[in-house]
Structure formats: structure tokens, C-alpha cells
């Protein structure tokens, strides 16, 4: 992932609706990648996760797209709830290189009830 | 509650001093993370220990240094602080060197 600094893009959407966050990654070695969401004045909390052979994931609500083509990750979630409003970060990672995460800008998620 | 914790919350301190912060990583987990989080800079990657030996470093300042201990708790020491430190620490931690990383609450350290 970039880090895009200040400017965290923002989603809003309706509380009901589904949300797609996208995430565009650097490094064409990474091999595993993961959803983090960061509510105010708290840590990243671990969503989801996949590897890169896989192309897609679900869990409750969540299903993460990896297309290893473009570089390209995203997360949806199903019937978004006000509870989902947080900053969404994507982070990658080469496993064997230590495994440390390189984190994208993050995405704002706004909930309208 | 990730199970990692961090203390202090909060840290306010001045120019040119030093700190320490602590970590304690989720119950079993070897490898521990450090990130510090600016609003210019993200989520950046600091330094990783596992099982007590520094393994993989990334993006830290010489001024900074870490350590983790025989009980497996990790301190991240920053010295000769400057206003651009002023950020959100955080530490995450794994089970094996490449698990999930599953992170604190943070410390915020104020350089005034």
C-alpha cells in the first residue's frame, strides 16, 4: 500500500447498504494481505486476511478480492451498520521477509443511519 | 480487546528528553511488532523481535531502540526526542514470526 498522508478518502454510505473499500498495493511480492479497521483512539483491529493464493475470502459480513493482476485488494462488507464507521486500513506483507506490514493510507467509512 | 497491551496511554514530554514504552504481548505470542502511526507519514513499520532477537527493522531512527525480554515483553525506547516524534506507537504481536499481527492500544506521545 501508499501512504497517501492527510487526505484519507471517505465512504459514506447508508446503514442497510453494502460498502466496497479498495485498496491499490506496491510491492508485486508480497504474498499475504490484510483488513485492519481503526476506530478513534484505538489500534488496528484485524478484519480479514489473505493469502496470495487465494483470490477470495469471506467471514461474517466481510469477503475480501484479491486480484494479484492489478495489485488490487478490496473489502466488502454486507449490510453496513453504524458500528462499522472506523478508518479501514489494507496492509501487505512478504511472509518470509519478516513478515512486517507495509500499511495503505486508509479509507474513511461514515455510516449514515 | 486484541490482548496486547500497552502502557503508558499517554506520554507528554519535551524536546531532547527520553522514554520508554512497554509492551506486552497476547498471551503465547513470540514476535512482537512496533508501528508508529503520524498523520504525515500513516502506519509505519518499526522494528520486530521474536522470541527475545531482533529480527526484522524497518523505517527506525537511530535515536530509537527496542528490546524484548526473557517474559517476552517488548520496550521501545525513544531518545533525544524531537517535535516530529510526537505520534502514536503502537505494538503488535504473533504467534509464530508469520501469523497475524494483532495490535495494542496504542501510546500517544506528546514532544512539546
Known amino acids: 500500500g501508499e501512504s497517501v498522508g492527510l487526505h484519507l478518502p471517505t465512504l459514506s454510505v447508508q446503514e442497510g447498504d453494502n460498502s466496497i473499500i479498495n485498496c491499490a498495493y506496491s510491492?508485486?511480492?508480497?504474498?499475504?494481505f490484510i483488513w485492519y479497521k481503526q476506530e478513534s483512539g484505538k489500534g488496528p483491529q484485524f478484519i480479514i486476511d489473505i493469502r496470495s493464493n487465494m483470490d477470495k475470502r469471506q467471514g461474517q459480513r466481510v469477503t475480501v478480492l484479491l486480484n494479484k493482476t492489478v495489485k488490487h485488494l478490496s473489502l466488502q462488507i454486507a449490510a453496513t451498520q453504524p458500528g462499522d464507521s472506523a478508518v479501514y486500513f489494507c496492509?501487505?506483507?512478504?511472509?518470509?521477509?519478516?513478515?512486517?506490514?507495509?500499511f495503505g493510507g486508509g479509507t474513511r467509512l461514515m455510516v449514515k443511519p | 480487546d486484541s490482548g496486547v497491551t500497552q502502557t503508558p496511554k499517554h506520554l507528554i514530554t519535551a524536546t531532547g528528553q527520553r522514554v520508554t514504552l512497554r509492551c506486552s504481548p497476547r498471551?503465547?505470542?513470540?514476535?512482537v511488532y512496533w508501528y508508529q502511526q503520524s498523520l504525515d507519514q500513516g502506519l509505519q513499520f518499526l522494528i520486530q523481535y521474536y522470541n527475545g532477537e531482533e529480527r526484522a527493522k524497518g523505517n527506525i531512527l537511530e535515536r530509537f531502540s527496542a528490546q524484548q525480554f526473557p517474559d517476552l515483553h517488548s520496550e521501545l525506547n525513544l531518545s533525544s526526542l524531537e517535535l516530529g516524534d510526537s505520534a502514536l506507537y503502537f505494538c503488535a504481536s504473533s504467534l509464530q514470526r508469520i501469523d497475524t499481527q494483532y495490535f495494542g492500544p496504542g501510546t500517544r506521545l506528546t514532544v512539546l
Open positions: 510491492n508485486s511480492a508480497s504474498d499475504y
Open positions: 498471551s503465547g505470542d513470540l514476535s
Open positions: 496492509a501487505e506483507s512478504v511472509v518470509n521477509a519478516g513478515n512486517m506490514l507495509t
